[in-house]
């Protein structure tokens, strides 16, 4: 069974930063692209930033370029998200999801919330 | 970027009765190459994470009721629910994944009428 569980969201202030992570089992991890999805409270869902297999490439939002990094640890069967200067629309659910035409599997997601 | 715009934003439809969603891009999201339109439907109950139900615009995902339906081709979608249960009341969103940055609609609203 796939499963992808997230972890490392909380409350931080303006400005600071915060690693997430997502630990996959069930698959192949190094076979399939991973994603990073956020909804804010009450809103829709907001693409953040893509990484192939391998690691090798990686793509973001405009909203988040030079701010967050997305990786991953394949010897960990692991995604991460290490967010910096961290601002209050920053605020949502994180969720990490397997590409596979389309989405195919989804975490339950992490909250973040930025405030002072 | 590709912008999806569904209607109507919220809908309420008897128990047994078609619901019908539409999703529109600004651009075309058929590709030549495989000649298939990289259009997803996702369903979200509250407090869970997004449900694939729809992939290629009209595959079905494995486990999902064949009441669920999606069509349409180029820039223009729709998702349809044949006869809706109680089950049903979600928010559902189409999603591009023919580039990137992926995008999403907004969120279609379902409700029991």
């Known amino acids: 069974e796939v499963q992808l569980v997230e972890s490392g969201g909380g409350l931080v202030q303006p400005g600071g930063s915060l690693r997430l992570s997502c630990a996959a089992s069930?698959?192949?991890?190094?076979?399939?692209?991973m994603n990073w999805v956020r909804q804010a409270p009450g809103k829709g869902l907001k693409w953040v930033s893509s990484?192939?297999?391998?690691?090798?490439?990686?793509y973001y939002a405009d909203s988040v370029k030079g701010r967050f990094t997305i990786s991953r640890d394949n010897s960990k069967n692991t995604l991460y998200l290490q967010m910096s200067s961290l601002r209050g629309d920053d605020t949502a659910v994180y969720f990490c999801?397997?590409?596979?035409?389309?989405?195919?599997?989804w975490g339950q997601g992490t909250m973040v919330t930025v405030s002072s | 970027d590709i912008v999806m715009t569904q209607s109507p934003d919220s809908l309420a439809v008897s128990l047994g009765e078609r619901a019908t969603i539409n999703c529109k891009s600004s651009?075309?999201?058929?590709?030549?190459?495989?000649?298939?339109?990289?259009l997803a439907w996702y369903q979200q109950k509250p407090r869970q994470p997004p449900k694939l139900l729809i992939y290629?615009?009209?595959t079905r995902e494995s486990g999902v009721p064949d009441r669920f339906s999606g069509s349409g081709s180029g820039t223009d979608f729709t998702l349809t629910i044949s006869s809706l249960q109680a089950e049903d009341v979600a928010i559902y969103y189409c999603?591009?994944?023919?580039?990137?940055?992926?995008?999403f609609g907004q969120g279609t609203k379902l409700e029991i009428k």
């Open positions: 651009q075309n999201v058929l590709s030549r190459s495989n000649n298939k339109n990289f």
């Open positions: 290629w615009a009209s």
């Open positions: 999603q591009q994944y023919y580039g990137i940055p992926y995008t």
């Open positions: 069930g698959f192949t991890f190094t076979s399939y692209a």
């Open positions: 990484i192939i297999g391998s690691g090798g490439s990686s």
């Open positions: 999801a397997r590409e596979a035409d389309g989405f195919d599997s």
